[in-house]
Structures are given as structure tokens and as C-alpha cells.
């Protein structure tokens, strides 16, 4: 089944081009992870999928409903506005910072968003809560505001966070690009084992590893554009175009 579908997306600012065209396809269970060089358009795509951004055309389907129709910004989506909300909950995204609100525990900044969007009850939502904490290895940290916690727990908050709201599509915007490097592990590791799980996946990151280990597919963008996609062993082993094989060596 696909669970998402982009038809020639793209995204100007002014006169500035960021995404040209960006055609894509991710099938159920399947992991993409998204490469390129900075200014590629990588986040811009991904803020896209889920509304942070509005595209200035292309087309955006989730599950196989038409979420975006743009053209000129404007959506012509056929889909009502509630029922386009209901889609954008399909997935969640974590992002290079982790965004915890200051004044509330993990426990409480993962609680928060089922109850105030989703309208569970907190006897609802805590067991859950406390079994994704449990889950990214943070079961002694759940008291713990986030000035007291490192980089990466908080990083592994942010996902038990995303979790939290059942997302069926899970975005991740180069999620271990703030970390410290002996950091990184524990979040991919949590990443690595939701692949794992089966979840759909689109991961824009830089680390290379981490593609080739756990993606089913790697594509490649440079200037707003898709330049190649394939396995990660094409991608890695046998690039085709130029471009794919100068950034390789630059961060291989």
C-alpha cells in the first residue's frame, strides 16, 4: 500500500526555486532515507509533506487520498479541511531541535499532545506515555525536566513524543544534527528498532551509516531535485550520476 505519493512538488520563494518537481513514492513499511548536500531542498520536502510548509504546486497524496493539489499555494483538494487535519495526524516528525516545553517533565511533554489535540483523557494517555519512555530507554527519566537531561534523551523525548500521537508515517529531519557526537547512537539505535517494528519511515540525515544499514531505499537530492534513488547498496557501491559520486567521497 502506498502511504505516500508526491507528484511533481515544488516550492519557491520569490524567485528562489527550492523544490523542482519532487516526485516520490513510499510504500507501507518501507524506510527512505534522504541525502544530499545542504541547500539540496531536503527539509524543505519533508515540511512540506505535513504542512509547515505550503507547496507552490505539486501534488500530495497520504494513503492514497489527495491531501495537496496546489497551484499557486492554493490547495484544491477535494477533501474537507477536517478531513485533511485527520490525514497530517498520520504522521509524525521529529526535528533537528527538540522543541520540549522547559516547564514540564518527559512524562508530561510526551502526555501532552494526545490530550490537547486528540481530546484522550490523562488515565488514557500516562500508561502509554510512560510505556514509550520505557520503550527509547528513558524509564528512569520520566520525572526528569529537560535542562536535566542530555541532548540526546531529549532527542529520544522528542520521539516518544511523535509516537505518542499513533502516527502510521514517521518524518525525521536530520534528528542527530544537534547531538554531540557520542550522542548519536542512542537515537539511531531508537530509530533502527522502529524500522525494525515496520514503520513507515522517511528520514533526511546525514549519517551515512545509518542509511546503509537500515534504509530500503536511498535517494539522493541536489538543487531542489531527485538526482538518483536505488538500494542503498547502488547508492553506496555504484552511484550513477557525478554529482552522487562527488558527495559520497566528500562524506565517506
Do not use: W
Amino acid at each position: 500500500m502506498e502511504m505516500i505519493r508526491t507528484e511533481n512538488i515544488c516550492k519557491n520563494f520569490g524567485d528562489l526555486k527550492i523544490l523542482k518537481d519532487v516526485s516520490l513514492t513510499v510504500n507501507q513499511g518501507e524506510v527512505v532515507v534522504i541525502i544530499g548536500p545542504s541547500g539540496a531542498g531536503k527539509s524543505t520536502f519533508l515540511r512540506a509533506l505535513n504542512h509547515l510548509e505550503k507547496a507552490t504546486s505539486g501534488k500530495i497524496y497520504i494513503e492514497e487520498q489527495l491531501l495537496d493539489d496546489r497551484k499557486k499555494e492554493i490547495n484544491h483538494s477535494p477533501l474537507s479541511k477536517k478531513e485533511k487535519n485527520e490525514l497530517l495526524l498520520k504522521m509524525g516528525m521529529v526535528f533537528q531541535r527538540f522543541n520540549l516545553f522547559p516547564h514540564k517533565t518527559a512524562l508530561e511533554n510526551v502526555m501532552i499532545s494526545p490530550i490537547n489535540v486528540k481530546g484522550m483523557s490523562k488515565e488514557e494517555v500516562e500508561p502509554m506515555a510512560r510505556e514509550l519512555l520505557t520503550r527509547v530507554g528513558l524509564a528512569d527519566r520520566m520525572d526528569a525536566y529537560p535542562s536535566k537531561l542530555s541532548g540526546g534523551q531529549q532527542q529520544r523525548v522528542a520521539i516518544a513524543r511523535a509516537l505518542a500521537m499513533q502516527p502510521q508515517i514517521m518524518l525525521f529531519d536530520e534528528p542527530t544534527s544537534a547531538l554531540d557526537p557520542e550522542l548519536v547512537g542512542d537515537v539511531l539505535n531508537v530509530m533502527q528498532d522502529l524500522a525494525k517494528e515496520g514503520m513507515t519511515m522517511i528520514c533526511v540525515t546525514h549519517e551515512m551509516g545509518f542509511a546503509k544499514d537500515v534504509a530500503d531505499r536511498v535517494v539522493f537530492m541536489y538543487d531542489g531535485s531527485i538526482l538518483e534513488e536505488g538500494t542503498p547498496k547502488e547508492i553506496f557501491t555504484n552511484p550513477k550520476e557525478e554529482r552522487t559520486k562527488a558527495f559520497l567521497q566528500s562524506v565517506l
